[in-house]
DNA sequence: CGTCAAATTGAAAATTATCAACGAGAGTGG
DNA sequence: CCACTCTCGTTGATAATTTTCAATTTGACG
């Protein structure tokens, strides 16, 4: 009972020792909560803290210039937020929570220590930036080259895989979370448009929705439309040390 | 005279130990040559090696179901590539020659001992796998948000900067050495759609054309437009401790 | 000279955005 | 409990952007 979540996340990759699971902990010792629409941290904010998500969803997001917004990614309990601030004094996007959460600041020097003294963890947490990398050219291979229904029905996949995560009990069933204007933003759609959508997805026998809960009725038509590939499976870290 | 194209690259983030340049240097040992139009991995291919380019520009595209092609990035002399290799068995992209190519393999058990030997190249190997995921993010917002004359402009500045980076006495005159079907591919445009943006762009006065060179002749115009932002600028590596 | 990839152009079609309006439901203050 | 306001979802009509299709044209090169 480390009680650390990225101790946990990163003990899905590989084995992790005592030392390791307990400097991992020490990430974790203060929280912090936030309201739902609350913002972590906005663009060209001065940075100094990482954070680790404890409960909740948040989103990481860009705004352009003439006010619309990009949706870079979402949060989940376990992930690492803020790991650019090891490379800029300020921050390339916004981190705003999407429900209410908790998270856990630590310092960004109390991090470059642990990467020092612990060469095996400095491996994983490249690795564990790797997979979100991976995430994040499949959504850049979705906006550029995908329908506006594939980017919805990759949405819908991507929440619902990262909500079992958490809670093997969810199936094909799911409180999405999201108001259609997220989901735009995260999909590069306008609202009305993915209102469109997600009534043709609903209406060709894909999904069903009532109030903010969705429910997979054709999963594998969804998962090809959506050309969803799972970054957190097929992993290979055979050429890791193993844990002293 | 170290020679090592990749201890420039991090070079350039924090001064190095001689013990730093040795170990990075035997990372290119070895050299490989491609022509253009070459792939030096498909995706899915099985990952063993990772490469430093050492000469020539690469891509990284990903295929999509019905034959689509996004390119993620592309790679100049310095960069690493198959990070990804770390985390996956197989590659999740497709890197290909875009000229004739000089890069040097080095293994991936190889490059694991060294960030272990080596744990403020770990670090330095961290943030500039940051700088590239921020990089990817602009892209991100680019294709989700920005208009199709927008983003031709993007790939344009981010050429030219990425070329001057080897070439200083470049400035607002350069050689693209990319077709209107790959500056499509990046910006998940049809070709044809491409041709007319860059059409726009000479007759609004903010570029010209002859051959395969293209000139700004009004770059702050070209830059606002394309949203620019330099991902290689504003840095902060404070926390990172001294050289030994 | 012939060939082939690449660039160019026009016309029509498809996709997606914009604008405008309305309805349902959740809070809120009186 | 009742108006009131707000956000969110929904829908239709129209406009803008981008793609598709179909020719040409251009330039490099054997």
């Known amino acids: 009972m480390s009680g650390s979540y ?3 996340r990163l003990g899905d990759l590989a084995p992790l020792s005592d030392a390791e699971k307990a400097a991992l902990a020490r990430l974790e010792e203060r929280e912090r ?8 941290r906005r663009e060209n904010d001065r940075v100094g803290e990482l954070f680790i998500v ?5 989103m990481a997001s860009m705004l352009l210039d003439d006010g619309s917004r990009q949706i870079l990614r979402f949060l989940f309990p376990g992930d690492l937020i803020g790991l650019s601030g090891l490379a800029y004094r300020e921050s390339p996007e916004t981190i705003t929570a999407l429900s209410d959460c908790t998270v856990c600041p630590f310092d960004r020097a109390a991090f470059a220590e642990l990467l020092a003294a612990h060469p095996r963890l400095a491996a994983l947490v490249i690795v564990n930036s790797q997979i979100e990398r991976a995430a994040l050219t499949d959504r850049l291979a979705a906006l550029g080259r995908t329908s506006a229904r594939a980017r919805v ?3 819908l996949i ?3 895989n990262r909500l079992r995560m958490m809670d093997r009990s969810i199936t094909d069933a799911f409180v999405l979370g999201l ?12 609202a009305v448009h993915v209102n469109r959508m997600l009534r043709q997805l609903e209406e060709d026998g894909l999904i069903a929705r009532e109030g903010g809960r ?4 054709n999963e594998p038509a969804l998962a090809r439309e959506a050309n969803y590939v799972d970054r957190y499976e097929k992993l290979d870290l055979s050429w890791l040390p193993p844990a002293r």
């Open 158 to 160: 991507e929440m619902r």
């Open 33 to 40: 909560t936030l309201r739902r629409g609350a913002s972590l």
């Open 6 to 8: 990225f101790a946990e």
């Open 179 to 190: 108001t259609q204007e997220e989901i735009g933003d995260a999909t590069g759609l306008t």
């Open 54 to 58: 404890r409960k909740g969803m948040l």
């Open 214 to 217: 969705v429910h997979f009725r």
């Open 153 to 155: 029905a990759a949405v």
